[in-house]
């Protein structure tokens, strides 16, 4: 089966994700696109470095999806996109497609938020004036086996 | 045994670059690790704060020996999205 996630430094195609997890049997469709802010805590944002430990992050966006999979009965399509991304870009893009639009809310949702506490990516906010700045984030731990 | 440390997010910035290098007792623990990067990063150390150690599978939990091989890096808290 065709791999519906990956780490990339290419422009996000969220309309692709949601053509890859389309299905006649499906009811509804969710999706989620994150993209880069011009204002942050009251300071102008030019532009976000994405930083990210790939080999780790390629696994664990897998994971997550598989997850939601087996949780709700979905399919699910995820990619985040890492490099230096201008203000309007899409830095993240989640799809999912399900019998009826319950499932399809939770699981977009599961996704999006277990990126931001599991994923290895970091950002460092750029601005129009002074230096930038590593975001604070989620500390990682180990995961026990499952 | 030497071994290069990957660093990411926050530690890049410690003065270190992206990768370090630093010498390690046989079979040693990802605590190990996190200590003997602290050592290197002197009085930058502090950024490790919540930090982990991982391979290219997995976060390594404190007490768990380290791979002989493969990548290892250092994980400042994640912020992705």
Not at chain 1, 43 to 60: I, Q
Not at chain 1, 104 to 123: G, H, N, Q
Not at chain 2, 3 to 16: C, H, S, V
Request: glycine share 8%; hydrophobic share 45%.
């Amino acid at each position: 089966m065709r791999r519906l996630t990956r780490i990339t430094s290419s422009r996000l195609n969220p309309a692709a994700l949601s053509r890859a997890v389309s299905s006649a049997r499906h009811g509804a469709a969710a999706s989620f696109v994150g993209t880069v802010r011009a204002v942050h805590a009251g300071r102008r944002v030019k532009a976000v470095s994405y930083d990210c430990f790939a080999p780790l992050a390629e696994k664990e966006l897998a994971r997550i999806a598989a997850e939601a999979e087996k949780r709700w009965p979905v399919k699910v399509a995820a990619e985040h996109r890492i490099g230096l991304l201008s203000v309007g870009h899409a830095s993240l893009a989640i799809a999912v497609g399900s019998g009826h639009r319950a499932e399809s809310f939770e699981a977009c949702r599961f996704v999006l938020e277990e990126i931001k506490r599991r994923l290895p990516v970091w950002k460092k906010e750029r601005y129009l004036r002074g230096e930038g700045r590593w975001l604070p984030g989620c500390a990682l731990h180990r995961k026990s086996a499952t | 045994m030497r071994r290069r440390i990957e660093l990411y997010g926050r530690l890049r910035d410690a003065g270190q670059g992206a990768v370090l290098s630093v010498i390690l007792p046989e079979n040693a623990t990802a605590r190990q690790v996190l200590d003997a990067v602290g050592s290197a990063l002197g009085p930058n150390a502090s950024l490790l704060h919540g930090c982990v150690l991982a391979d290219g599978e997995n976060v390594l939990s404190a007490r768990e020996q380290v791979p002989s091989k493969g990548r290892l890096a250092v994980l400042p808290p994640v912020c992705g999205g």
